[in-house]
């Protein structure tokens, strides 16, 4: 079986691969536009989802990550106001079994925020992340 490859589309005229808009519809789920986050990071991101789900990521994948990536962007303050008090908590369990783990696929996620250069002062300094 061959690898679904990513599009980003072409002058108009070739459309967005599936799993691209996907992680648009996830990302605004999240409270958090598509468009700040850039195309690279994307494509990114969805080949960790396929390397972690080699044959199709669950349904529900797409979503949690855009969950955990909007929270590294945003804060948790301004994350909280958009997506509540519960998805917050989540989103700060996962972050902190992501460190305890070291090599996770939330631990991916949130290092692809920080070497992006996207995520949250708040958040980088709450949790004490660096990129070495």
Same mark, same amino acid.
């Given at each position: 079986?061959?690898k ?27 409270d958090?536009?598509? @468009? $700040? ?6 494509? *990114?991101?969805?080949? &960790?989802?396929?390397? !972690? ?28 106001q958009?997506?509540g008090t ?11 079994? @992501? $460190? ?5 696929f939330? *631990?991916?996620?949130? &290092?692809?925020?920080? !070497? ?9 300094e ?5 990129a070495?």
């Amino acid at each position: 079986m061959t690898k679904r490859r990513s599009s980003l589309g072409f002058l108009g005229m070739f459309g967005r691969s599936g799993d691209l808009r996907e992680l648009d519809t996830a990302l605004r789920g999240a409270d958090l536009h598509p @468009a $700040l986050v850039p195309e690279g990071v994307k494509l *990114a991101i969805v080949n &960790l989802l396929k390397d !972690h789900w080699p044959d199709e990521p669950p349904s529900d994948a797409y979503r949690s990550m855009a969950q955990l990536f909007a929270y590294c962007i945003a804060g948790p303050e301004t994350f909280e106001q958009a997506n509540g008090t519960e998805r917050r908590l989540d989103a700060e369990r996962r972050i902190e079994a @992501a $460190l305890e783990a070291g090599d996770s696929f939330d *631990a991916q996620i949130v &290092l692809m925020a920080l !070497h992006a250069k996207l995520i949250s002062a708040e958040v980088v300094e709450h949790y004490g992340l660096s990129a070495d």
